[in-house]
């Protein structure tokens, strides 16, 4: 083909030679391609699938290329008229060994028709009166792409020779066996023809607007334009009036994902009026987990969650009394760890407070006095006890200074005024979202209790329970 543009002239009695025959078909054979190409962009048309089933009846079921179309980066149309099977191919491409191929369509043009016999030239060859358009089957590895990395400039130059220009249509892949018999097709990357356009204009009827908020207005207006199947945009969109977007003016900036940096030049949607969305809008809400989404509402509610401290509070029971072990200040402590599980994805740190929920005291515990004979009883004496509470006569004998655990009374004291009652905790990370919180309470001052082989401590308490404020708190940024 040439990229000059020539269209025959004829008048009467002209002289015609065959070059003129051959210029007039080609400038058709030139227009209509490069008409194929400036109005849409290369791939297949319809059909063209790798199945399995019947192709010839009475036969068994083969792997075959179906009915259909499609159009090289040439402009060149590759039509199959019929069923193909593609185990003849396997030979035609000297397959020898089991594996998974790529399979590819390429258009092809063969001379055929002969010359009448009486009408052929002696001196002349390649004597045939007609191209026969068809196409051939190539069978590569898959990692193997056999066409150019640039396609045809459709305004330039495009030949008609496929053996010096060759372009191939990718259709799937097919496994073979040690037997060499295919047993598997699959209709991967394919690609199909696009159309190259500015503005896509609905039916002359459809000039009208429509409210698409307004009860009397159809379902399906004259205004639609129909898009079957799936729908890819690679650049922007922008629906209504165009407005400008200062990427200064966003708060927060947006985290763009890498590569990309932040304003992206493709993929922003601008909507210059209201949408309406009958499912659910998913989004990623965790920049750490990139495989999870959550629609917005859940995501607002994440947000939230992962945005504000978390706060647990609970209580726990600890037994003071017999304890075996007496600390330097002469005091007895117990301890607990209660196992906390935050909700938040992610903690900077985290807080506890402690205090005294409740407490049980031991019960009073008398202890007989005999009065002194010189004096006459003028009523009946009280019956002395030793108790815990507030006794009203006696100060406790610790009340100053904390006792020396070597020289302890062997006594429980008269009353608490002085008991020194102490709480505290710590929380610590075990694993992801799993924490322990340990409070711990001391009491003092403790006594000993005389025992058979065993020291033991005691206080006036028996159990305390210990309530407690954990607060989570997430990362500031």
């Known amino acids: 083909m040439s990229t000059e543009i020539e269209r025959l002239r004829y008048y009467e009695r002209q002289y015609l030679q065959s070059s003129d025959f051959t210029d007039e ?62 185990s003849g191919d396997l030979e035609t491409n000297q397959i020898t060994a089991a594996g998974t191929y790529s399979v590819w369509i390429g258009y092809t043009r063969e001379l055929t028709t002969p010359p009448q016999a009486g009408y052929q030239r002696c001196d002349a060859t ?27 400039d459709p305004f330039g130059d495009l030949p008609d020779d496929p053996t010096k220009y060759p372009w191939l249509i990718h259709l799937g892949t097919i496994n073979l066996d040690k037997k060499l018999t295919i047993t598997a097709a699959t209709n991967a990357d394919r690609v199909y023809i696009g159309i190259r356009t500015q503005r896509i204009v609905a039916p002359h009827r459809a000039i009208d607007e429509y409210n698409v908020l307004d009860a009397n207005a159809p379902l399906d207006p004259l205004t639609s334009i129909k898009v079957r199947d799936n729908f890819f945009l690679e650049q922007n969109l922008i629906a209504g009036t165009d407005f400008a977007v200062d990427p200064q003016k966003i708060q927060p ?37 990139p495989d999870l989404w959550l629609n917005l509402d859940q995501c607002i509610r994440e947000r939230i969650v992962n945005s504000i401290p978390e706060i647990q509070i609970g209580s726990a029971p600890l037994k003071l009394s017999s304890q075996s072990f007496l600390d330097s200040s002469g005091a007895i402590s117990a301890t607990a760890a209660i196992p906390i599980t935050t909700q938040l994805a992610q903690v900077d740190r985290m807080t506890i407070t402690t205090s005294i929920g409740s407490l049980h005291w031991l019960p009073e515990q008398p202890v007989a006095v005999s009065s002194p004979p010189s004096s006459p009883p003028t009523s009946p004496p009280p019956s002395p006890s030793i108790f815990f509470g507030t006794h009203p006569l006696a100060p406790h004998p610790h009340a100053a200074n904390p006792p020396d655990p070597g020289t302890l009374a062997t006594s429980p004291p008269a009353n608490t005024d002085g008991l020194q009652i102490d709480t505290c905790g710590q929380v610590s990370l075990v694993s992801g979202n799993n924490y322990t ?3 711990k309470c001391s009491v003092a001052p403790a006594y000993r209790i005389p025992s058979s ?17 954990v607060i989570f708190y997430p990362p500031t940024s």
Request: proline content about 8%.
């Open 25 to 86: 078909q080609t400038y058709h054979l030139e227009m209509r391609r490069r008409l194929n190409l400036a109005l849409h962009l290369w791939g297949i048309v319809k059909g063209l699938e790798l199945l399995y089933g019947e192709v010839i009846q009475g036969t068994p079921d083969q792997y075959y290329v179906s009915e259909g179309m499609a159009i090289d980066a040439y402009g060149r149309e590759i039509i199959v008229p019929a069923k193909h099977l593609l």
């Open 126 to 152: 390649n004597q045939y009166t007609r191209w026969q358009e068809s196409f051939e089957i190539i069978l590569t590895s898959v990692t193997a792409n056999p066409n150019p990395t640039e396609d045809p």
């Open 253 to 289: 900036t947006p985290v763009a994902s890498p590569p990309n940096t932040f304003p992206n030049p493709t993929g922003n949607v601008k909507i210059a009026s209201d949408v309406f969305l009958q499912g659910n809008l998913y989004t990623h809400c965790d920049p750490t987990q």
């Open 437 to 439: 919180a340990t409070v």
């Open 453 to 469: 082989g065993t020291t033991l401590y005691q206080v006036p308490i028996d159990f305390v329970a210990i309530s407690y404020v």
